[in-house]
């Protein structure tokens, strides 16, 4: 078991949530990217959340070899969903030519993969123990 | 103008808007204002799709169209849902104008009741010169304006345009000011069209009435008939086949034949006249009683008593003058006394009255003898003819009769008068009976001629008036001939500048494009009215417009659209334009960008676009542009905020949440560095490109090369050295520029992902931002 330090992934999605719900007007305009930041940074502290219990060596892995070993623990169906969410928020967080910002929808539905992530995660990790 | 009618209000020149102002209509929820710079210059709304942005293009449509066709023939997907799902009451779209002359904003808006269907809206215009009134579009002069200069471009147009080639022939011509000429040709086409009518139904009528002259076995029925059957029908020997149908045969001098001279001789038989009965009594009288004068007369030699009265007046004169008493002529003496002179007198008087009575007995016999003469004449000729008509036993008893009674008969004149007085009346009884047959013939034979003689001579009317119409039809069709070339020849004329500055700007559009357009020429009248456009592929003549990329087909239709739009009849001084991006390859989108500036410098241009290409373009061709970005949050509310380079914008949001007092700590921690890097990585792409494409690359190769950039380190490496291999040289040279460099590009490497956990996030920024401006003046 590895220590984690910073934000939890529930803590993340969280703070995603709210600025997809209801942001402040510091972040008009900008919330769209903040919000598919947070929830990669989610989707990855799961995933480090999962694997600091279940197989610590597999956080040197690449994040590629890490979405694939995520099926072990995980049901099939949702980690294709995770690994997709994760490639679309990926795409969505680096600056690519002549793309604007996810819409809202986009985000919602990448948010609630997470969710279920990390709620997952939670039990998976409960259940050892 | 093409509004013929010419009364119309003087129109509102020169209109540049300065707001779109939405509420509850397709994506937008609570009220938003797009504000616009008034005058000529490009504004860019970029946003998603379903960001709202087309709400405002299309708001500004509907606003300006109201229930027009473009909307009607929309999909009911978009008829059904274009109220706002969030806000479906309140309806509304404003816009604000500026307009020549106007002292403020002119403000149009139009809202819908709760409930009320797209069409049912109410359109308020409000004029600042007069505030209190409620104008119209109309009064604006802008209903016919917004449909022949169209200012809105829509997507769904651009790529409908050659769709259908006369209708597109006609937005085209709408702009030419030829609507007169339209309006002209088409009334004489009008005119023409119920002319023909009528004489169609002329022809068919003849049809029927055909074929019941076919059914009638009378001979005038058949020439008739034979009229109508030429060529060209022989009106005038059918109404004078008819001519006589009520009045009597034949008196009109025509010549008749077959079964019209039956009828004259039928006519003729009716009306014979047999010597009259008091006339032949009369007749017979005189004979009698000139026999008895005679008779009595007989004894007097009447030219002795004339001469011997001549000679006893000559003897009295003598005497009366040489007062003699001896006989002149006879020499005996004494005897002319005075009673000789009495008796001699008495005796003249007697003789020259039995002279007299024998000349009124000669001249009384004379007359008789030609009253006779005229009384037994021959029978009447026509007699002979009556078995033309099937009377001929009638006619011939009355001809024995006639002639029994005109034969002299016995020696002596009374033998005569008896004869006379005796054979009269079997040929008044024989003329009668033939008078009665010969009526009732005729009555039959017009009993069944006479209807149908009627309606021929009704038709005949109809007839004469349709080949009178045919006349004007052929001369009407001639004038809209002659109205046509003169518009064609002005329709080629007018155009002609239009399609100059369209193929202008293919030239800047086409790009890589192997297609030249040659020519664009308004073709045809009628049905057959069509765009030409001359196009050359490599340069191959003749080839058609199928051939062409549907990305190809937009620009060509954008092409001529811009001209229509900024054309300077036009009274409106901006063009909207949505979405023209959606199937240009990226060099297309530089040509894009290069046409719009151009029309920017004289028009209001603004362009709806749904990603970073056209903005990108613009950017990198130093093109003059405000953007405006729109994003939707849940609830459909739009927020709209001014739009920066992605260098810039990125860094600014990073400044944003870095020193905002209410975003918490951790979370700006963990958003920043996203932030920083996506503002490193931009500045990388718009290094890359600007050097690439400088150099003459082509997009395609150049998009190719970035996207083999993946992270922060490659990106870097493609900018400074031109390769994404070379990220080890990327440390070394952020080594030798300053710690500085380094932390901006460690942080935006890990902090992405983990968040930032070294110093602070300000300096973070501060530390991206000499990144970026190293990076731009460097690369």
Excluded at chain 2, 200 to 206: D, E, N, P, W
């Amino acid at each position: 078991m590895t220590a984690l330090v910073g934000m939890t992934s529930r803590q993340l999605l969280e703070a995603a949530d709210t600025l997809l719900s209801e942001p402040a007007p510091a972040w008009e305009g900008r919330w769209p990217r903040a919000v598919a930041l947070l929830t990669r940074q989610a989707l990855e502290r799961a995933m480090e959340e999962l694997f600091a219990v279940k197989s610590p060596p597999l956080m040197r892995a690449s994040f590629r070899a890490q979405l694939l070993a995520l099926r072990i623990w995980l049901p099939t169906e949702l980690a294709g969903r995770v690994a997709y969410a994760w490639a679309a928020l990926t795409r969505a967080t680096h600056h690519h030519a002549y793309e604007l910002p996810p819409t809202a929808a986009e985000l919602a539905a990448w948010l609630e993969t997470t969710d279920e992530l990390s709620r997952t995660v939670a039990k998976r990790v409960a259940g050892a123990g | 103008m093409t509004d013929a009618k010419g009364a119309a209000a003087p129109v509102a020149v020169g209109a540049t808007l300065t707001a779109i102002i939405v509420e509850g209509f397709r994506g937008i929820g609570p009220q938003r204002t797009l504000e616009l710079k008034p005058g000529p210059g490009l504004t860019l709304i970029v946003g998603r799709n379903g960001s709202g942005k087309s709400s405002f293009a299309e708001g500004l449509e509907i606003l300006l169209t109201g229930s027009n066709w473009r909307w009607a023939k929309r999909s009911k997907v978009w008829r059904d849902g274009w109220r706002n799902l969030h806000q479906p009451t309140g309806t509304c779209v404003q816009a604000q104008l500026l307009v020549e002359g106007e002292p403020g904003p002119v403000v149009l808006a139009r809202s819908w009741a709760d409930g009320a269907a797209l069409e049912g809206s109410t359109l308020d215009v409000r004029l600042p010169s007069n505030p209190k009134q409620r104008a119209s579009l109309a009064a604006l002069g802008w209903t016919d304006a917004l449909e022949t200069y169209r200012p809105i471009l829509s997507y769904n147009e651009l790529g409908s345009t050659f769709d259908q080639p006369s209708e597109f022939h006609d937005r085209l011509l709408a702009i030419l000011g030829l609507g007169e000429y339209d309006a002209l040709a088409e009334e004489a086409r009008q005119e023409r069209l119920a002319l023909d009518r009528r004489v169609k139904q002329v022809r068919a009528a003849v049809e029927p009435l055909l074929r019941r002259l076919d059914a009638t076995d009378d001979d005038r029925a058949r020439r008739v008939a034979a009229a109508f059957r030429r060529k060209a029908w022989d009106l005038d020997a059918a109404a004078a086949v008819i001519g006589g149908a009520g009045e009597g045969v034949g008196r009109d001098g025509v010549e008749l034949a077959g079964d019209a001279l039956d009828i004259a001789v039928l006519r003729a038989l009716a009306t014979i006249q047999p010597p009259a009965m008091e006339e032949v009594l009369a007749v017979a009288e005189a004979i009698r009683d000139g026999h008895a004068r005679r008779e009595a007369l007989a004894a007097t030699p009447v030219g002795r008593a004339d001469e011997l009265a001549r000679l006893l007046r000559g003897a009295l004169s003598f005497h009366a003058r040489h007062e003699t008493a001896d006989c002149p002529v006879c020499g005996t003496a004494g005897v002319l006394d005075a009673a000789w002179r009495a008796a001699a007198e008495a005796q003249a008087t007697e003789l020259e009255a039995l002279a007299a009575e024998a000349r009124e007995l000669d001249a009384a016999a004379r007359q008789v003898s030609a009253r006779l003469q005229r009384l037994i004449g021959p029978p009447p000729s026509i007699l002979e003819r009556a078995h033309e008509v099937g009377l001929e036993r009638d006619a011939q008893t009355l001809a024995t009769a006639w002639s029994i009674f005109a034969t002299p008969a016995g020696s002596t004149p009374l033998d005569f008068a008896e004869h006379l007085e005796a054979t009269i009346d079997p040929v008044i009884t024989a003329a009668d009976a033939l008078r009665e047959a010969a009526e009732a013939e005729l009555g039959r034979r017009e009993g069944r001629w006479r209807p149908l003689a009627l309606e021929v001579a009704g038709w005949l009317r109809d007839a004469r008036e349709a080949v009178a119409a045919e006349a004007e039809s052929k001369r009407l069709a001639g004038e809209e001939k002659r109205l046509k070339q003169e518009q064609l020849r002005l329709k080629r004329e007018r155009f002609e500048p239009v399609a100059k500055q369209a193929l202008e700007l293919w030239e800047l559009l086409r790009q890589a494009s192997s297609v030249e357009l040659e020519s664009i020429v308004l073709e045809g009248t009628g049905t057959q009215r069509r765009v030409e456009i001359g196009v050359t592929i490599d340069g191959v003549e003749g080839a058609a417009l199928g051939v062409m990329s549907q990305g190809e087909l937009h620009a060509i239709a954008l092409s001529l659209f811009l001209p229509r739009a900024t054309i300077p009849e036009s009274p409106f001084r901006f063009v909207v334009i949505d979405d023209p991006v959606q199937s240009m390859d990226p060099a297309r989108v530089d040509g894009l960008a290069r046409v719009l500036e151009r029309v920017a410098t004289e028009r209001q241009v603004v362009v709806f676009t749904h990603d970073d290409r056209l903005p990108e373009a613009c950017r990198r061709l130093g093109v003059p542009t405000a953007v405006v970005e729109v994003t939707r949050r849940e609830g459909s509310v739009v927020e709209l905020r001014p739009g920066l380079d992605p260098v810039r914008r990125n860094l600014d949001d990073a400044w944003a949440v870095a020193r905002s007092d209410f975003v918490p700590e951790e979370v700006a921690r963990q958003v920043v560095p996203g932030f920083c890097r996506a503002a490193i990585e931009a500045v990388c792409v718009e290094a890359v490109r600007r050097r690439r494409l400088g150099r003459g690359e082509s997009h395609t190769a150049v998009e190719e090369r970035l996207a083999e950039a993946t992270t922060v380190t490659t990106y870097l490496a493609l900018a400074l050295f031109d390769h994404v291999k070379r990220g080890d040289d990327v440390v070394d040279r952020l080594k030798q520029w300053g710690p500085q460099f380094v932390e901006a590009w460690s942080a935006a490497k890990s902090g992405a992902h983990a968040g930032h956990t070294g110093g602070s996030l300000e300096q973070l920024v501060k530390d991206t931002e000499q990144l970026c401006s190293r990076v731009r003046s460097v690369a």
